[in-house]
Each structure stands twice: as structure tokens, then as C-alpha cells.
């Protein structure tokens, strides 16, 4: 397994069982390191879903208490797990990431920490689900994923947006309700 992606490059490679290997030793190596408890760890993102091409890194998202003051000793320990925290500026939500080296250049890990047991926490895993759960809509997300590459377009924003409408229509599956019983 190869895993890594320089800056604002985007590539797929095919499906990988030790994506789900690589996502649990890096969970209990932030353990052995934070405070964090089991629970507030999971792993998101394409390799997630089990059978799709991805991007070749491990995306996994923490939930924390209080994401206006973040405790410092999490990225301390989060430090020490090998993650940086990036400058990256998102809603609700703060980005960390490991590299392959002291050069920072290849990427192969991100952490997206948010506010535990609220909104971008279930849409975040309830995508991971869903798409696990749902062959069509999984097969779908997968061609829309390839077929940016018949676009002209580049670069991991692009990306991004391209894929934007799709993520939206699968967190409108999740009724609010159903945030505040998960």
C-alpha cells in the first residue's frame, strides 16, 4: 500500500483493503497520545467506503467537546502521533494532516476535527454508511469521481466542488432529527 498525495495533486488508485489496517493502527496511535476516547475517532472519506477508488490518504475524523477551544494538549499529543496542523481555514471544523517526511510535502493522512455529536460529525460518517450501504449510490459517487478527469479541470478544489452537489444530496438523507438520537 502506497499512500500520499503532493500538494493540490488528485489521483485515484483502487480500492485497498489495508486502508481499514492503516485507519485502526493510526487510531490507536493517537490514542496511546491524546485523551481521546475510542468513540471520538472514526475513519471517513473514500477509503472508507469499501470497493471505490480513492485518493491514496486515510481521512479520519475527531470529535471533540468544545471546537471554539481546542484543548491544546490534543494537538500536542496529536503532534507526537505525527499530525500538523494545518493552516487550512473550514467551517466548523480544523485540519490536521501527516507527511512522509520533514519535507511536507506528501500528504497521506487527515484529520478533520469537529464538534463531537453535532451536525458535521453525523454527516461525515453518515456518508461513510450510506455509501456503504447503498451499491448504487456507491457506484455513482466512484463514475463521478473518474469522470473529473474528463473535465479539464485540476487541482484538489476543483475536485472538491466538482463531487460538492453529490456529498450534499446524500447529507440531505440525514433527517436533523436523527442528530440529536445518533
Known amino acids: 500500500m502506497k499512500l500520499g498525495l503532493k500538494k493540490d495533486e488528485v489521483i485515484l488508485v483502487p480500492y485497498e483493503a489495508s486502508w481499514k489496517r492503516e485507519f485502526a493502527e493510526t487510531k490507536e496511535k493517537i490514542l496511546k497520545h491524546t485523551s481521546l476516547q475510542p468513540y471520538q475517532i472514526e475513519h471517513i472519506g473514500s477509503t472508507s ?92 459517487y466512484e463514475e463521478l469521481k473518474e469522470a473529473f478527469f474528463n473535465t479539464g479541470l485540476h487541482g484538489i478544489n476543483e475536485y472538491t466542488q466538482y463531487k460538492e452537489q453529490f456529498v450534499q444530496s446524500i447529507f440531505r438523507k440525514l433527517p436533523e432529527y436523527r442528530w440529536d438520537t445518533i
Not at 52 to 61: E, F, G, T
Not at 87 to 111: G, S
Not at 117 to 127: A, D, L, P, T
Open 49 to 140: 467506503i469499501e470497493g471505490i477508488a480513492a485518493k491514496p490518504v486515510i481521512d479520519l475524523v475527531i470529535g471533540i467537546e468544545n471546537l471554539d477551544s481546542p484543548d491544546k494538549e490534543l494537538f500536542k499529543g496529536l503532534r507526537e502521533a505525527g499530525f500538523y496542523r494545518l493552516q487550512v481555514e473550514r467551517p466548523n471544523e480544523i485540519i490536521c494532516a501527516k507527511f512522509t517526511d520533514a519535507t511536507f510535502e506528501m500528504k497521506t493522512h487527515f484529520i478533520h476535527i469537529v464538534q463531537f455529536n453535532e451536525k458535521k460529525w453525523h454527516q461525515m460518517r453518515f456518508f461513510r454508511d450510506y455509501l456503504n450501504a447503498h451499491i448504487e449510490a456507491k457506484k455513482e
